[in-house]
């Protein structure tokens, strides 16, 4: 995605555009690896040697806030993001950290959700190993 069309989407959900929300943005479309905050610091002061992590911070609240990321908290102890919006379910492992986008699909969320009950918005979260650390423990 362009600075350009980050701009349009910036402007149609009605935030202010600045060069530091644009680079946030991008780097949490770019790369989708639900990073924490400081994780998006660290890779764009290297580019932006003027940010600061409150920059970083106040830009995520602002892209959460008009809808454009969501926070996932998968871990008390840690807030993530993904640039993803939409509802959908996540998957960490617990040898590698990695996190990974799982769908929900409406099969899915009426066999869990109470009967006669409509599920509106969700966080699903499962812990587990991903498919390439069973496939390395295999190999040892």
Do not use: W
Request: net charge neutral.
């Amino acid at each position: 995605m362009t600075d350009k069309e980050i701009s349009a989407l910036f402007s149609k959900a009605g935030i202010r555009v600045t060069q530091q929300r644009i680079a946030v943005y991008s780097y949490l479309y770019q790369n989708r690896i639900h990073p924490t905050a400081e994780t998006v610091y660290t890779a764009l002061v290297k580019l932006h040697p003027s940010f600061s992590l409150t920059t970083v911070y106040n830009s995520l609240h602002v892209l959460e806030n008009a809808g454009l990321i969501r926070s996932l908290t998968i871990d008390s102890d840690e807030q993530r993001f993904d640039a993803n919006p939409f509802d959908h379910g996540h998957f960490k492992c617990i040898e590698c950290g990695k996190i990974y986008d799982i769908k929900c699909s409406a099969t899915f969320l009426s066999e869990v959700c109470p009967e006669g009950c409509v599920p509106q918005i969700y966080n699903v979260y499962i812990k587990g190993i991903c498919s390439n650390c069973v496939k390395a423990d295999a190999k040892k």
